[in-house]
């Protein structure tokens, strides 16, 4: 055949130049991260397929990493390194070198350090997850104990209800379950290769319960559908905690050995009749009480969490406890099929082997001996549980400078449209007196920075991937970092050997630092190196029932209905998984209710996008009006509103507008929005202080909002 038309065809072989190049799109859930072929061509990617022997993606990909070249060569990319030369938010910006970025930078955060404190330096890190470890080190060795992240509206409250109930993370062992309850996640959006182990499970009988208030794909392949109304998770759990508790169908022995604090968790559970409940959830007493004998009755059954949704309301943290106590009640907890504890591999992904990912993340001092954490004073059960700042106090203390001023944000990839009052978030970043911001794209937060640098995609670096079955990857670049963009590693590596953190480790180098990392596994980035399309790794194999040898790691060595930790450090609280209606709704302001009607659900994932980062890609734009709200169509009758008609969604707090979708699978009395919109952002309706009082998390689910038409149809 001709060269031409093998060109034309995009034939990868000798003849046309073009090679077959393996990557990872990281674009959405870490646990996806689905394998990437890349036709380069002169170093240049002209086509996109999905790695057929990746062994979770099987050669799938989303229309998100099908637009991977749309999101490599898009125009909004950063090419060089640039100093801001105009007023805060006007977005005027000067080329500079990446010799002058690092100087000033490593100048300016060295002058702080030593005249002020390393304290009044943040550093924060964006929805990209893969250079944590390295931020966090970079951080605490410098001496600010201000590392932070957007987990601060994120995986950290349910991590927090895990270590409160269980001491640990207890992870769902779909492979060997025969019930899957699922407690809100659809991973036909948000995770798609476990949405395939999933379905390939239902296809051998698993039976499965999707507690979701709207209809998703994956309540659509459950066998029972629990269709709450948003925030009310804690009722429905006490509720079927009841039923579970008086048809005797717990775990006695279980219980009565290794569960504190069950005799009160029992009379409180006994109040939330079915009946009352449906009242509360919306949910019919029959399917409660059908759920429960399903779980409880089903052996093994395992329990699976989400990050977000639940832990999205003012009563979040409390809710997720008391579904995940069920786990305990049930006895399906550390044994095969329930919900096992496996120790973290990389990047809170329990790969089955071991690394020093802990020790690499470990303060050289202790936290104590620091200036207090962001949120310290706020948040003390969360300062209790984990170890890094908590970045919802961020704007808060940039602003009132207590207990001391935040005046340094190094960030890699920040968006200030992630927390709920958009403008106090930007009013926070334009007060700071030195701001870098690393990122892909220039945004709209970038405006507000005094440096910009140019952080390149993940096929342009390399990077260590492991994945929760023990599949493990080093990535090796596909192409050349674009324009003058470079890895975040190397932007942390070099700010490693610049800044005053005297810390050996850092400045032998980022691949120096995995292999340290990886060393107790016995695998090696020169071997993986090798493996481009990545390996199986040897598992350690899972020891069950370890409560018996160990108890479990709460303060009193059992399951804690009663949380010792709450009862101490945050006594204001009931250390209870007490159920409480969202502040904003309309059982607690019933008055506020009749002005905002509608219960107000935000963020909840859809297919095409990934935060603020896809808008910007023609071929996404092309598959949902922009912005748009879903709308039950019997609630868009009563509006008189029709497909595509201008809506706007109000609170006391503000207004936008937007394009109705009319659908069936969000209930009637719920407008159900993504969030990040630029000219219709969502969390312009919400108040800064609108959290749940233990994990600081947003109250991003439920709240009150008013729909009226707004006129103009499309
Ligand atoms: N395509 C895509 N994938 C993503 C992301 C993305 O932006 N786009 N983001 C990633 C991130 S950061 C996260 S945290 C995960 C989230 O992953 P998931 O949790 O799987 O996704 P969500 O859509 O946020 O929420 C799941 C379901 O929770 C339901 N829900 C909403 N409110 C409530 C409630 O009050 N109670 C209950 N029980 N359910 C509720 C929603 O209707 C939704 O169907 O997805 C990740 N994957
Ligand atoms: N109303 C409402 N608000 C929400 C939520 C909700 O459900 N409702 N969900 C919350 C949740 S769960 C989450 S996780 C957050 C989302 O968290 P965000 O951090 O807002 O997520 P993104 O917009 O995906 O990414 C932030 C920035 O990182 C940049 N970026 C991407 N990859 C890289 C990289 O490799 N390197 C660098 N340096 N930068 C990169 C992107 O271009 C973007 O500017 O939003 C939260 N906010
Ligand atoms: S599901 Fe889509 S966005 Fe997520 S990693 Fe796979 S291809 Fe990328
Ligand atoms: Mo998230």
Request: hydrophobic fraction near 35%; proline fraction near 7%.
């Amino acid at each position: 055949m001709d060269t031409e038309k093998l060109i034309k065809g995009k034939i990868a072989c000798e003849e046309t130049g073009i090679e077959i190049k393996k990557s990872i799109c990281s674009i959405c859930n870490p646990h996806s991260h689905c394998g990437l072929d890349l036709y380069v061509k002169d170093g240049e990617i002209i086509k996109v397929e999905g790695t057929l022997e990746h062994k979770n993606s099987g050669g799938t990909l989303c229309s998100k990493g099908a637009s991977t070249r749309q999101y490599v060569y898009s125009p909004d990319r950063i090419k060089h390194p640039m100093k801001r030369v105009g007023e805060k938010g006007t977005g005027r910006f000067e080329e500079i070198s990446w010799e002058e970025a690092y100087s000033v930078i490593a100048d300016k955060f060295n002058k702080l350090k030593k005249e002020e404190g390393p304290e009044e330096a943040a550093f924060f890190v964006g929805y990209t997850k893969w250079i944590r470890p390295f931020v966090q080190r970079l951080a605490y060795a410098y001496g600010s104990p201000n590392y932070c992240t957007e987990s601060c509206t994120c995986f950290k409250a349910m991590y927090m209800s895990w270590l409160l109930d269980y001491g640990s993370f207890a992870y769902p062992d779909l492979p060997n379950t025969n019930c899957l309850l699922v407690w809100s996640s659809n991973p036909f959006y948000t995770n798609s290769t476990q949405a395939r182990a999933i379905l390939d499970k239902k296809e051998n009988g698993m039976k499965m319960i999707v507690v979701d208030p709207r209809v998703t794909p994956m309540a659509a392949h459950a066998d029972i559908h629990l269709k709450l109304k948003p925030g009310t998770d804690g009722a429905l759990a006490l509720a079927m905690a009841r039923v579970i508790i008086s048809e005797e169908l717990y775990d006695k022995d279980f219980v009565s050995r290794y569960v504190h604090g069950f005799d009160e968790y029992r009379e409180y559970a006994l109040t939330f009749t079915p009946e009352k409940a449906e009242e509360i959830t919306g949910v019919p007493a029959e399917r409660i009480l059908e759920a429960a004998r399903m779980y409880a009755e089903t052996k093994p059954a395992a329990f699976m969490p989400s990050s977000a949704p639940v832990v999205h309301h003012t009563n979040g943290l409390q809710n997720y406890r008391a579904a995940m106590l069920l786990i305990a009640l049930t006895g399906n907890i550390d044994v095969k099929g329930g919900n096992v504890f496996k120790d973290t591999t990389w990047l809170e992904t329990a790969s089955g082997f071991p690394t020093r990912t802990k020790e690499y993340q470990t303060p050289p001092k202790p936290l104590s001996e620091y200036a207090p954490r962001l949120g310290a004073e706020e948040f003390p059960v969360w300062m209790e549980l984990t170890d890094d700042a908590h970045g919802g106090r961020l704007h808060g203390q940039i602003l009132d400078e207590k207990p001391y001023p935040i005046k340094y944000l190094m960030a890699f990839g920040i968006n200030h449209r992630m927390w709920p009052d958009t403008e106090r978030t930007a009013n926070a970043l334009k007060k700071l007196e030195f701001f870098v911001d690393v990122d892909i794209f220039f945004t709209e937060t970038c405006k507000y920075a005094d440096i910009v640098l140019p952080a390149c995609t993940s096929v342009e670096r390399g990077e260590l991937k492991t994945y929760p079955n023990g599949y493990v990857l080093y990535t090796t670049p596909a192409i050349a970092p674009l324009y003058e963009s470079k890895s975040d590693t190397d932007v942390i590596f070099e700010l490693a050997k610049r800044l005053d953190i005297g810390d050996d480790l850092m400045r032998k180098g980022y691949e120096h630092n995995l292999d340290w990392i990886l060393e107790p596994s016995g695998i090696t980035l020169s071997e993986l190196k090798g493996l481009p399309s990545g390996v199986m790794a040897p598992q350690t194999p899972l020891k069950f029932k370890k409560y018996e040898e160990e108890g479990f790691h709460t303060p009193s060595g059992k399951v804690e209905c009663v949380s010792e930790v709450i009862k101490k450090l945050q006594p204001s609280c009931s250390p209870l998984p007490v159920y409480k209606p969202s502040k904003m709704s309309e059982t607690a302001q019933p008055e506020l209710a009749k002005k905002y009607p509608f219960i107000l659900n935000t963020g909840s994932r859809l297919p095409m996008y990934q935060h603020s980062e896809m808008f910007r890609l023609p071929w996404i734009q092309s598959l949902r009006p922009m912005p748009s709200a879903d709308i039950n169509k019997d609630d868009a009758a009563g509006l008189g509103v029709g497909q595509g008609d201008e809506i706007s969604i109000s609170t006391p707090k503000g207004r936008i507008k937007v394009k109705a979708n009319i659908s069936e699978l969000v209930q009637t009395g719920v407008v159900s929005i993504y969030h990040d919109y630029a000219g219709a952002d969502v969390n312009t309706l919400i108040e800064a202080d609108y959290l749940d009082p233990i994990s600081g998390f947003p109250g991003f689910k439920s709240l009150l909002c008013k729909v009226e038409k707004a006129g103009g149809r499309e």
